[in-house]
Structure formats: structure tokens, C-alpha cells
């Protein structure tokens, strides 16, 4: 019973790329297309296809008769400029969705800010923006942390690097005064326990380790 080859099989993109596969492996490049039409099992005049394409965009050129050399580029470095530009594009791919998440990230923030200083209610103490230690301790994120709260004048400037994988470093910088960092140690407040909750401000803070313009 003869079985005839599938029709992918015979196609010219099948023989296509099993003809590159022949050429990655020839030594220089050069392979006998006699032997390429007899290794492919089909007809020559379908190796001519191939290299008749191949040949127009001087991909490969004829040493002889039956003979051809590639002359393109590199396969291997080609095959490696397709990775690290698929890698590329995850990565930009990735950064683009953090980008966005930040964007909505500050409009947030922005909104937020907004609503707070167009509340009535705080517009009768323009001079009294501020955060207590009973708001902090408010917070059940912050529950059994210990809370770093700046203070700063006007255009400070706040930059936090590319997290490391033993630490978290985050640099502050002024020109226009002094930076003040207080550390705050929430705890669960306890029935009957006197905390800091039960006075109206911080009682001690720490003395900035860095000059007055830089933090």
C-alpha cells in the first residue's frame, strides 16, 4: 500500500526549514543539493524553489552547479538576537503594566489630597496639617510595626532605590531646612495598658544622625 506524505510535509515552508536545519549543520555553509533533494526525499526542481528565493534576497549564493554557500548572517546569532529581543519586549512589556499601576498609584494619592484640603471641616486649621500618633496607631496595616515618620519642609525630596533582597534603603534630601525622623512603635493596645495612645503627641524622638540638609 503506498501512503502518500502529508500535505504540510511536502509544502515548501516544511522544506524550507528543514533546509536551514541542513544548512546550520554544513561545514562553511556549502551543501550539494543533490544531496539535499535525496536527504529531503523530494524532487530537485523543489530544492530550486527554496533556493531561487534564497538566492534573489542573497541569502545564499552558487559555488557550482549543484553547490550553494550561505552568506547570510550568523543562524546562531540570529536565532540569539530573537531571544534576547523577545526578553526585551517581555521586560518592556512588564514595565509598561507597572508604570501604569503607579500612574493610578499617584492619581489616587492626588484625589485623596484633594478632598483634604477641600473638606471644610479642615480649612477652619489652614496651619494645623498634621499627623498624630493615635492616627498612625489607628491604621491596622501598621499593627505591630515600627512606623519611620519624616518631617520635612517643602520640597524635600524622598527617593527609595530598586529594593535589595536583604534591605530597603530610602533617601531623603533637603535644602530648605532641618529633617525631622521619628520612630513610631505601634502595639495592639491592651484593656487597662497606658500607651502613648493616651497622651496627645509623641514624647521622644530621635535626633537626625545626618546633617540638616540631607537625610
Same mark, same amino acid.
Given at each position: 500500500?503506498? +501512503?502518500?506524505?502529508?500535505? #504540510?510535509?511536502?509544502?515548501?515552508?516544511?522544506?524550507?526549514?528543514?533546509? $536551514?536545519?541542513?544548512?546550520?549543520?554544513? =561545514?562553511?555553509?556549502?551543501?550539494?543539493?543533490?544531496?539535499?533533494?535525496?536527504?529531503?526525499?523530494v524532487?530537485?526542481?523543489?530544492?530550486?524553489?527554496?533556493?531561487? %528565493?534564497?538566492?534573489?534576497?542573497?541569502?545564499?549564493?552558487?559555488?557550482?552547479?549543484?553547490?550553494?554557500?550561505?552568506?547570510?548572517?550568523?543562524?546562531?546569532?540570529?536565532?540569539?538576537?530573537?531571544?534576547?529581543?523577545?526578553?526585551?519586549?517581555?521586560?518592556?512589556?512588564?514595565?509598561?503594566? $507597572?508604570? &501604569?499601576?503607579?500612574?493610578?498609584?499617584?492619581?489616587?494619592c492626588?484625589?485623596?489630597?484633594?478632598?483634604?484640603?477641600?473638606?471644610? &471641616?479642615?480649612?477652619?486649621?489652614?496651619? #494645623? @496639617?498634621?499627623?498624630t500618633?493615635?492616627?498612625? !496607631?489607628?491604621?491596622? @496595616? #501598621?499593627?505591630?510595626?515600627?512606623?519611620?515618620?519624616?518631617?520635612?519642609?517643602?520640597?524635600?525630596?524622598? *527617593?527609595?532605590?530598586?529594593?535589595? &533582597?536583604?534591605?530597603?534603603? +530610602?533617601?531623603?534630601?533637603?535644602?530648605?531646612?532641618? +529633617?525631622?525622623?521619628?520612630? !513610631?512603635? %505601634?502595639?495592639?493596645?491592651? =484593656?487597662? @495598658?497606658?500607651? #502613648?495612645?493616651?497622651?496627645?503627641?509623641?514624647?521622644? *524622638?530621635?535626633?537626625?544622625? +545626618?546633617?540638616?540638609? *540631607?537625610?
Open positions: 500500500v503506498k +501512503v502518500k506524505k502529508p500535505r #504540510f510535509d511536502a509544502s515548501l515552508v516544511y522544506l524550507t526549514r528543514k533546509f $536551514m536545519d541542513l544548512v546550520k549543520t554544513a =561545514p562553511d555553509g556549502i551543501l550539494d543539493l543533490n544531496e539535499v533533494a535525496t536527504t529531503l526525499g524532487r530537485k526542481r523543489r530544492v530550486y524553489d527554496i533556493t531561487n %528565493v534564497l538566492d534573489g534576497i542573497h541569502l545564499i549564493q552558487k559555488r557550482s552547479k549543484n553547490h550553494i554557500q550561505w552568506v547570510g548572517s550568523n543562524l546562531d546569532q540570529v536565532v540569539g538576537k530573537a531571544t534576547k529581543q523577545q526578553n526585551l519586549k517581555d521586560e518592556l512589556s512588564d514595565l509598561s503594566a $507597572m508604570e &501604569e499601576a503607579l500612574d493610578e498609584l499617584i492619581k489616587d492626588a484625589h485623596q489630597l484633594f478632598e483634604l484640603t477641600d473638606d471644610k &471641616e479642615n480649612a477652619k486649621y489652614p496651619d #494645623f @496639617a498634621y499627623v500618633y493615635q492616627d498612625i !496607631c489607628s491604621i491596622q @496595616a #501598621f499593627q505591630e510595626q515600627i512606623v519611620i515618620a519624616i518631617k520635612a519642609p517643602e520640597e524635600t525630596k524622598l *527617593e527609595i532605590p530598586i529594593p535589595k &533582597e536583604d534591605c530597603i534603603e +530610602v533617601h531623603v534630601k533637603s535644602t530648605k531646612g532641618p +529633617v525631622d525622623v521619628y520612630l !513610631c512603635e %505601634v502595639q495592639q493596645e491592651k =484593656p487597662g @495598658a497606658k500607651t #502613648f495612645q493616651d497622651t496627645d503627641s509623641i514624647t521622644s *524622638e530621635t535626633e537626625p544622625s +545626618v546633617p540638616p540638609d *540631607e537625610g
